[in-house]
Structures are given as structure tokens and as C-alpha cells.
């Protein structure tokens, strides 16, 4: 009897064996390479200006958080005037109007019929804290280049963009290129503080006039080179979605009174009890939809444990989300993330709270919505004396972009054409950008930086050191140069 048990447990072990092992061998990544079309043409990048120009562009310490001050606002003032000069071409041949400290560009295309499309990047920038100044290998708003890199506050987050965009305009202009579509540019002032009074009025402006792209590209992803190990090339994430906000209060109520003589239940074990409820219960997520787009076409590429696993997902797939929820960056695509980050109560050492509040931040995947979230929280807490209410006003998540539009090949393409060998996935932006705002006026949606980004190189963003390589910014005008020129009727 216990034979022929282990004689069938055995033909299963070998079948289940057999169907892992041809379901890993015929597992394929979708391709999201380009089909069917030319190289698109190339120019020739005077690196020398592009370098010379962002060194130039990060000396105007444009932080939109202190915008207030008008000292600060003399520095933005200082950048637009220095794009005039700078640019004459591009002011000689585009229409400008502002929103605000943000410029609207319009370089009329020679089909008027075609849809136009939308290019952007932002000039502000965060704040380099003095604090932190002595941290810094160069200070950040001097500019300075070496052999390989500029370096300042704003050369990742985003002048590259605002910078790329108009050498590579420039430098078209200057060998008499129309692009066949009309292409807008808008260099939004106030990206890091919501965007509102720029990408969103300039947005309000067009919208008006009726005036819908096919498609924007703004800021949001990159090539990352190793930040995912075991991947033989580098990965270009287009992103097609991003992702929303809500900040919730959690306030705990109770009687209060002195602490010699504290209750059972006081406001802030309440608090206490509920924060560690979030924290064990995360929003429920995992590889489908967007978050599934860009695993499936990057997991082919993994050694053989890896490709197993996301080969045979209808075995595997509660051990791959366990996997990847276990790390803070791959967690965050695959769920709406909780980050409790303020907490208040007594103002006394020895007076008990009547009220305890949490601040609690939510960046919400696009399968989620505000009330689903709110929904979640007050379910998790299940305290009648714990209220959950809004804080400031929520963002909702963007929706997903076409991953197979005319423009997304596009933006393969020129990907391909300016970094070699990487491969191209869809992906999700996990913070916010102004392309919130763009995809009010535009049929699709993407987020793309063209710039490498290495492992110790996240940090940078908004962080010390941030800095760009000299190899990405002639990558740069390169990409965005191809685009402009590849955007047919
Ligand atoms: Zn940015």
C-alpha cells in the first residue's frame, strides 16, 4: 500500500516537474521593442554647450518652496531670462506665453491636421539644507563640472529635462528643422510643491482652447543599471502610470487627566494599537495590472530560480509577492504603500492626551481609489474611538497609458537609438510629477528621464551629490532630438 502511495507521489513529482520545467522553457517577455520602423535619423550633440549650459542652468537656486521670498523669485525670473539668451534660436522660431513663472513653447509643426504632442520638464527645484551643505562633494548651486559629471541640486530633478529639451530644439533649429507636428513644451516652475499654479494653469490655458495631445512625456523613470541584480542588460522603465496621495489624520480620543492616575484605555495606546494594525495589515496588492506589465517583461531576462517562479505564477505566485513586498522599491509598485510620518499628543509630560493624532501618508496604486483607502484604514482599525479623516486635498491615481500607442513606439525607439542595448518596460512611477496635470490634455501619458541610474544613485534624487554624467546629457539631446524629429504626420 505505502508503495504504490509513493509510486504515485513520485509520477506527480515528475509530471508537476515537467509542466515547471516547459512552462519556464516557453516563457517569453512581451516585447515592447519597436516593430516595423526605420532607425530614426541622429544628430551630431555639441557636448561642450550642453555642459557648459547645465553648469550655467544649476547656478539659479530656483527652490520653488521658498518661492515666497523675493529673492528666490529674482532667481526664476533669472533662469527664463537666461533660456532667452541662451536659446535665441529657439525664441526666434517658437511662439511662448507664460502660466505664471511657466512657459508655454509652441513650435508650429508643417501638418496642421495631425494631433500635436507635448514635451516637458520642470526648472524648480528642492531645497539643499545648510545643514547638510558639508555632505556635499561640490556645492550644490555652483555648477561645477569635472571629467565625468555635473554636478548640483536640479541636474537629475529635472533640469536635464528642461536643458535636453532645448539644445535638442536648438540644435535642430540651427540646421532649419520644422517637425512635422506641432510640439508644445511647457517648463513648469512649481513641480515640487503640487505644480498647481504651473503645469496646472498652463494646462487650464490649453484646455480652454481645446488644444488635446496624442501623448506628453514629463519626468518619472530612467535606465536603471543594476538597480534590479541579475539582470545581463539595463532596464528602461517608460512609465504609464503614476501613482495618487492621501494623507490621512488618525486621531485618538479619551478622557485625559493626570498621569499618576492613567485608565486602562488612554489616546495614545489607542494610537498605538491602530499604527501597528496599518503597519501589519499593508493594502492588499500584487502582480496584476500595471505592477504585472513590468515584472512580466523584465522576469524573462532573470537567472533560472527567478525565470522558474514567474514562469509558473499559477504555482508561485503568493511566494513572488512575498518576495517582492519583503523590499521598500518593489513593495511600492506592487501596492498603495503606508508611511506614517507625523504623530502628536500631549504637549506635558505628565498631563494624559484627550486626543492623539497620526499622520499617515498613502501613495496609491492605480487599481486603488481615495475612498477604497479610507475604506481599508477604518476597516483595519476597527476602533469606535479612533476616527480616520482627510488630510489636505488627495490626488487620485493617473490613469494607465497605452504601452502599444504610435508614441510609446516612439519613445522606444529613440530609447534604443541613444542607449544601445536595454530592455523596455512599462512601468509605474510611485511619486507624484506634473504629469498629473498633462494627462488632462493628452490621449497618453508617459514618464521617462533619459539618464542611467546605478544603484547608489537613487539617493541623489532630492538627496546629496545629485549630479548628471556627462555621457547622459549628450544621451539626452540625443533622445529627445530623435523624438522631435521622429514625430510624423
Ligand atoms: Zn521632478
Known amino acids: 500500500m505505502i508503495k504504490k502511495v509513493l509510486k504515485y507521489l513520485g509520477l506527480a513529482l515528475v509530471a508537476l516537474i515537467a509542466v515547471l520545467a516547459v512552462k519556464t522553457a516557453l516563457y517569453k517577455a512581451p516585447n515592447y521593442a519597436p516593430t516595423g520602423r526605420d532607425d530614426l535619423a541622429t544628430v551630431n550633440v555639441n557636448v561642450e554647450r550642453i555642459v557648459s549650459n547645465m553648469g550655467q542652468a544649476v547656478t539659479f537656486e530656483t527652490v520653488a518652496h521658498h518661492l515666497a521670498d523675493p529673492l528666490v523669485e529674482g532667481q526664476f525670473l533669472g533662469f527664463l531670462e537666461w533660456i532667452e539668451a541662451t536659446y535665441p534660436g529657439v525664441h526666434a522660431v517658437m511662439s511662448r506665453e507664460m502660466a505664471n513663472l511657466t512657459p508655454i513653447y509652441r513650435w508650429e509643426g508643417k501638418n496642421q491636421d495631425a494631433q500635436p504632442v507635448l514635451m516637458t520638464g520642470h526648472y524648480d527645484v528642492v531645497p539643499a539644507p545648510d545643514a547638510e551643505r558639508d555632505r556635499w562633494e561640490h556645492a550644490p548651486f555652483a555648477g561645477v563640472t569635472d571629467a565625468e559629471f555635473v554636478w548640483g541640486r536640479g541636474t537629475i530633478d529635472d533640469k536635464i529635462g528642461v536643458v535636453g529639451l532645448l539644445e535638442a530644439a ?24 503640487g505644480g498647481q499654479k504651473g503645469a496646472g494653469t498652463a494646462v487650464d490655458m490649453l484646455a480652454e482652447r481645446g488644444v488635446q495631445m496624442e501623448w506628453s512625456l514629463d519626468e518619472g523613470s530612467m535606465v536603471l543599471d543594476d ?10 522603465s517608460i512609465n504609464v502610470a503614476e501613482k495618487g496621495y492621501v494623507t490621512l489624520n488618525i486621531t485618538a480620543k479619551a ?81 498603495t504603500t503606508t508611511a506614517p510620518t507625523m504623530l502628536q499628543a500631549s504637549l506635558t509630560e505628565n498631563v494624559l492626551p484627550t486626543e492623539a493624532v497620526a499622520v499617515v501618508n498613502f501613495r496609491i496604486h492605480p487599481r486603488d481609489t481615495v475612498e477604497s483607502i479610507v475604506a481599508h484604514v477604518e476597516t483595519v482599525i476597527d476602533n469606535p474611538n479612533v476616527a480616520v479623516s482627510l488630510r489636505g486635498n488627495p490626488t487620485h491615481p493617473s490613469p494607465v497609458s497605452s504601452a502599444q500607442s504610435e508614441g510609446f513606439q516612439l519613445l522606444a525607439q529613440a530609447t534604443l537609438g541613444a542607449f544601445g542595448d536595454v530592455i523596455l518596460v512599462p512601468g509605474l512611477t ?43 546629457l549628450e ?3 540625443q533622445f529627445y532630438a530623435q523624438i522631435m524629429m521622429g514625430v510624423d504626420g
Open 430 to 472: 510611485v511619486a507624484g510629477t506634473d504629469s498629473k496635470h498633462f494627462s488632462k490634455i493628452s490621449d497618453d501619458s508617459y514618464r521617462f528621464n533619459p539618464m542611467t541610474f546605478g544603484p547608489d544613485d537613487l539617493s541623489r534624487i532630492h538627496g546629496i551629490n545629485e549630479r548628471v554624467s556627462i555621457a547622459d
Open 170 to 193: 536648438e540644435t535642430l533649429i540651427a540646421g532649419g528643422f520644422q517637425p512635422e507636428r506641432t510640439i508644445y513644451f511647457i517648463f513648469g516652475h512649481d513641480e515640487e510643491i
Open 227 to 236: 538597480v534590479l541584480p541579475g539582470l545581463p542588460a539595463p532596464v528602461a
Open 255 to 335: 478622557t485625559g487627566g493626570h498621569s499618576s492616575l492613567p485608565p486602562a484605555d488612554t489616546a495614545v495606546g489607542a494610537l498605538a494599537v491602530a499604527i501597528e494594525r496599518l503597519m501589519a495589515n499593508p493594502v492588499p496588492g500584487g502582480l496584476t495590472d500595471a505592477s504585472a506589465e513590468f515584472f512580466d517583461s523584465v522576469a524573462p531576462e532573470f537567472g533560472l530560480a527567478e525565470r522558474v517562479l514567474f514562469a509558473n505564477q499559477w504555482l508561485f505566485r503568493p511566494v513572488l509577492e512575498g518576495i517582492l513586498s519583503g523590499s521598500g522599491p518593489t513593495n511600492a509598485m506592487l501596492r
Open 475 to 477: 544621451r539626452a539631446v
